[in-house]
């Protein structure tokens, strides 16, 4: 009966007011939420209408300014200035010089404009860049009577009943911009002229004009399309320069939107033939001014949808919640998300504590934390278990291999065939061998773990020398400080490096084959540095896999090891083994070939344990 009790009592814990407050806290969130999505919907919408201006004006700006930019190149360049003030006695002297400005306004106006290069719609267009010339300037009798909006070199008389040109001459502006049709097919044209000023005298000698289509202002709103409203560009006049709504040269100035607009980037509700719209206006920085007008109505249109969704949403809600929530969220989730926090505490997954035994009030969860408490003391076992095992067996496989080798008959071998060689007369022989007797005795180390850096050394060195026996042209080379040779290190450290440097840098190499081994302190560490001109090797991926591999996961016969020679997998998982975590191999980036370096502990021979050395063979 108690049990029934225990096992019912968080029944007895819910009741009508948790419920109702969570009826309440659906409909609270069902309603914020509505209304946050019209506040963002609405916002979303308005700031891809200011989006879109800003596009189109940064945009528009920048093709404006290229076309400024062109002029300017012509108003500054030197060598134009001379041919446009170089005078001429008879005017075929002049002819070359003509031509030449022609050649350059021509390349000029092969500089495309931007346009959208998506659109096939969208003709690509060339600038014109055309020269009006005064009576002052040398080319003046060469150029064309009559002004053409075509690139080339006209006289500046034909200009006298245009408009800006009166504008430009007559007022203290250099600069002046203007729409027109031009040509019999009364393409839409924009201009820019600029009076170019000698830089001898401050006479004017000429009207710089660069000409652009519009349909290249056309492809910037085209790719800043409004879903409801449409872009104005006027220009100081008023006059229509671009619009979906309105026509080239439309007067727009006098309309009351346009009137009315404060063109400093702020917007203001104005009537568009009737509709209320959203006007936000900018000035160009040559006078115009661009207009976006987007219908008030169309910023709330989705403020009945979005509160329908939301009404229905909460009803779902309130709904679901009052069938489910008592019995799936707290009889089920909440206890079961306490055992896993329990089970993720750092002290019970590093076994220093036992799982906290859980009081749920339910029989299963209650049931299940004692069976997974039970479950980890038996892995920690385990794994101990496993842990001692594989330490017992490598000691095995070490004195195995150490049982296999006799030092003392092979080191008698070895003097008996150096001493036959001596005798025969054979020194070459007799050379190979003492390098190979060094190779056994400093790489045996009577068994021991560590030695002096100075008989690695000579270790490696009778290795390379063997090896340059049979590679004539094998470079080794040895940077190391005398003061260092008795710093001592885990044995037989360098020869697996400059092994694998020989077989997998220089394979299939046979001519300037060039190894260097060097040595140098920093800080509390000891580097040892192995470098080779051979083929090199991806840096990255080598100290990624240095990275990954966890101690023991390779055997002595692995694959990767029997790639590498002794394998630098092995050399790095030996050096952290007596040397900890912070130490082991690294690649480093070099201009040719591959450099590995050897980080270890700065260790003198008197500070080493004793017992971490094995008995002599």
């Given at each position: 009966?108690?049990?029934?009790k ?11 007011p948790?419920?109702?407050l ?5 409909a609270?969130?069902a309603?914020?939420a509505?209304?946050?999505l ?23 700006e920048y ?15 030197q060598?134009?200035?001379n041919?446009l ?9 002049a ?8 050649t350059?306004?021509?390349?000029l ?9 998506h ?6 267009q ?8 005064e ?7 060469l ?20 408009s ?8 203290g ?5 203007w729409g ?23 006479r004017v000698?000429?009207?710089?004009m660069?000409?652009?289509d ?6 910037l709103?085209e790719n ?9 560009l006027?220009?100081e ?5 671009y619009?979906?709504?309105y026509a080239?040269?439309e007067?727009?100035?006098?309309l ?5 607009a404060n063109?400093?980037?702020?917007s203001?509700d104005?009537?568009v ?11 160009m ?19 009945f949808a ?29 206890p ?16 220093r504590?036992?799982?906290?035994k ?7 969860v209650e049931?299940l934390?004692?069976k997974?408490?039970?479950m980890l003391?038996?892995?920690?076992g385990?794994?101990?278990k496993?842990?001692?095992e ?30 036959r060689?001596?005798?025969a ?10 390098s190979?007797?060094?190779?056994f005795?400093f790489?045996?180390?009577?068994g ?10 000579k270790?490696?060195?009778a ?12 470079l ?5 400080a005398?003061?260092?040779q008795d ?15 020989i ?10 084959c060039r190894i ?17 001109n ?14 990954e591999?966890?101690a023991?996961e ?7 090891s029997a790639?590498n020679?002794?394998?630098t ?5 030996r050096?952290?083994?007596h040397?900890?975590?912070g130490?082991?191999?690294?690649y480093?980036?070099?201009?040719e070939?591959?450099c590995?370096e ?10 080493i344990?004793?017992?971490e050395?094995?008995p002599d063979?």
């Amino acid at each position: 009966m108690v049990t029934n009790k225990r096992h019912t009592s968080l029944l007895a814990r819910i009741s009508l007011p948790v419920f109702a407050l969570v009826v309440t806290v659906i409909a609270l969130f069902a309603a914020s939420a509505s209304y946050i999505l019209i506040r963002v919907q609405n916002e979303h919408t308005r700031q891809m209408a200011e989006q879109s201006m800003k596009f189109v004006h940064r945009n528009l700006e920048y093709q404006l300014d290229t076309m400024n930019n062109m002029a300017a190149f012509l108003l500054s360049n030197q060598s134009i200035e001379n041919l446009l003030e170089t005078e001429h006695s008879a005017p075929y002297e002049a002819v070359n010089d003509f031509f030449t400005l022609q050649t350059n306004l021509q390349n000029l106006s092969l500089l495309s404009l931007l346009n959208d290069a998506h659109s096939g719609s969208i003709v690509q267009q060339t600038y014109v860049v055309a020269v009006a010339l005064e009576p002052e300037s040398g080319l003046y009798t060469l150029a064309t009577d009559h002004f053409d909006p075509v690139t080339g070199i006209y006289k500046s008389t034909d200009l006298l009943n245009e408009s800006w040109y009166r504008d430009l001459i007559s007022g203290g502006r250099r600069n002046v911009w203007w729409g027109q049709k031009a040509g019999r097919s009364g393409t839409a044209m924009i201009y820019s002229a600029t009076k170019k000023i000698s830089t001898k005298d401050g006479r004017v000698i000429g009207t710089v004009m660069i000409g652009a289509d519009t349909g290249s202002i056309r492809s910037l709103f085209e790719n800043a399309a409004l879903t409801s409203g449409f872009h104005l560009l006027v220009d100081e006049e008023g006059r229509v320069i671009y619009s979906e709504r309105y026509a080239f040269l439309e007067p727009a100035g006098g309309l009351p939107f346009v009137r009315s607009a404060n063109c400093d980037g702020s917007s203001a509700d104005a009537k568009v033939e009737g509709t209320v719209h959203r006007v936000t206006c900018v000035k160009m920085d040559n006078g115009w001014k661009l207009l976006t007008a987007v219908p008030k109505s169309h910023f709330g249109r989705y403020t009945f949808a979005i509160s329908a969704i939301g009404a229905l949403a909460a009803m779902a809600a309130v709904l679901i919640a009052g069938l489910w929530l008592r019995r799936i969220v707290i009889r089920v989730t909440v206890p079961i998300t306490r055992l896993v926090n329990a089970v993720q505490r750092p002290e019970v997954l590093a076994f220093r504590e036992p799982l906290p035994k859980l009081k749920s009030g339910i029989h299963e969860v209650e049931t299940l934390n004692e069976k997974f408490a039970s479950m980890l003391v038996t892995l920690h076992g385990l794994i101990e278990k496993s842990f001692e095992e594989e330490i017992e067996r490598r000691q095995l496989q070490l004195e195995l291999l150490n049982a296999q080798i006799n030092p003392h008959f092979l080191y008698n071998t070895l003097d008996l065939i150096n001493c036959r060689a001596i005798l025969a007369g054979d020194r070459e022989t007799s050379a190979i061998v003492r390098s190979l007797a060094n190779v056994f005795r400093f790489g045996l180390n009577r068994g021991r773990t560590w030695i002096s850096l100075d008989n690695e050394i000579k270790q490696v060195e009778a290795y390379l020398h063997i090896q340059q026996m049979m590679h004539d042209d094998l470079l080794a080379e040895f940077h190391i400080a005398s003061d260092l040779q008795d710093i001592v290190i885990p044995h037989f450290i360098l020869q697996p490096l400059a092994e694998n440097a020989i077989v997998h840098g220089f394979a299939g190499r046979t001519d300037d084959c060039r190894i260097a081994i060097t040595a140098q302190v920093e800080g509390n560490a000891l580097i040892l540095r192995v470098e080779d001109n051979g083929k090199g090797c991806n840096i990255e991926e080598r100290n990624r896999v240095l990275r990954e591999q966890e101690a023991g996961e390779h055997s002595l016969t692995s694959d990767s090891s029997a790639e590498n020679g002794y394998g630098t997998l092995n050399v790095h998982r030996r050096i952290q083994l007596h040397c900890g975590p912070g130490f082991g191999l690294r690649y480093v980036p070099v201009d040719e070939g591959t450099c590995v370096e050897v980080v270890l502990p700065l260790r003198s021979h008197v500070q080493i344990d004793p017992e971490e050395e094995s008995p002599d063979v």
